[in-house]
């Protein structure tokens, strides 16, 4: 089995958290649903049980680990213990999280796949939406834990994932040296969290995508395929109303470059990670290619913070 390693903790939690719904078995008092709406991460995270705490952890958290098996565990819930607890401030909702992960077959031990220690891996937003909460819960950096997750036929053999915290360091907002605005240009007022607030000019929109860079970062150079971590507000120009935001969902969205509309495909491609980015993009750029789609003729402008990025040839 292989695992893209970008992102692809939060689809770990969200199977987790669905497999805990459907599994034949009564979810424990503790195990939230995925449609949650609490905003407690402490409570959020899932419980421990039996087969995660008959996992044996070898190694210092932060190192890659190694486990031990007492034959082949049997998982019917998905579970979660904290086998090592960190000495680092216990993290909170919106906060970015680095993580180190090995995942084992439950039957075996056998690992099936590392990153985050000789392999980089994109960071997480911690949210409830996403799953991660159900993982991390509030744990202190610097802890290390054990999950347990069923088995989907043979295909998706039941595992057992060791994560490790390592940092919570990553900004929730573009670091990089401010740039002078361009005049004509949407302009962008920032709250004190980073949050943009953009204003439109009273005129035609532009032909043509326009990109703009608001900050200038110093991290490595977005390319195409890149898997990227960032935030954003999206505008209309129609009318000037927000359509889509990160910020209002309260964490950052990882994606790929090649997974967006053309539009946000080039804003990102050449930009370094720290970097703010102004975009706006006619329909022909945004979702004007498909017709059914509710902004297919919309005019579009995002500001994009971009916090972390993951070369190809690390995914």
Not at 7 to 17: E, Q
Not at 157 to 183: F, H, R, S
Not at 270 to 278: A, M, P, Y
Request: net charge negative; glycine share 10%; with cysteine.
């Amino acid at each position: 089995m292989r695992l893209r390693s970008a992102a692809f903790l939060s689809a770990l939690a969200l199977s987790a958290v669905a497999l805990a719904g459907c599994s034949g078995e009564p979810a424990p008092a503790e195990t939230p649903t995925a449609s949650a709406e609490a905003t407690d991460v402490c409570a959020a995270a899932l419980a421990s049980g039996a087969s995660s705490e008959a996992v044996t952890v070898e190694g210092e958290p932060g190192e890659k680990p190694t486990i031990a098996l007492d034959g082949a565990l049997e998982i019917t819930t998905p579970e979660r213990t904290v086998v090592d607890e960190g000495d680092g401030e216990p993290i909170a909702l919106g906060q970015i999280i680095e993580y180190g992960l090995t995942v084992f077959d439950a039957s075996t031990g056998e690992e099936l796949q590392s990153v985050g220690y000789d392999t980089p891996v994109l960071p997480e937003a911690l949210a409830m939406d996403s799953g991660t909460a159900q993982l991390f819960g509030c744990a202190p950096v610097g802890s290390r834990i054990v999950a347990t997750v069923p088995g989907q036929g043979e295909q998706q053999p039941a595992t057992v994932y060791v994560i490790d915290l390592l940092g919570n360091d990553t900004p929730t907002a573009a670091w990089g040296e401010p740039q002078e605005p361009v005049e004509g240009q949407p302009t962008v007022e920032l709250a004190d969290d980073g949050e943009p607030t953009i204003t439109l000019p009273d005129t035609e929109p532009p032909a043509e995508t326009e990109v703009t860079t608001l900050k200038a970062g110093d991290g490595a150079e977005v390319a195409s395929g890149d898997s990227v971590l960032v935030q954003y507000t999206g505008v209309k120009w129609s009318d000037g109303s927000v359509f889509d935001s990160s910020w209002e969902r309260g964490a950052a969205a990882a994606m790929s470059t090649t997974g967006v509309v053309a539009g946000f495909q080039k804003a990102l491609e050449g930009q370094k990670v720290g970097s703010q980015v102004l975009v706006t993009m006619p329909p022909a750029d945004g979702y004007g290619a498909s017709a059914e789609h509710e902004l297919a003729e919309e005019t579009l402008t995002f500001v994009v913070d971009i916090l972390a990025s993951q070369s190809v040839a690390q995914q």
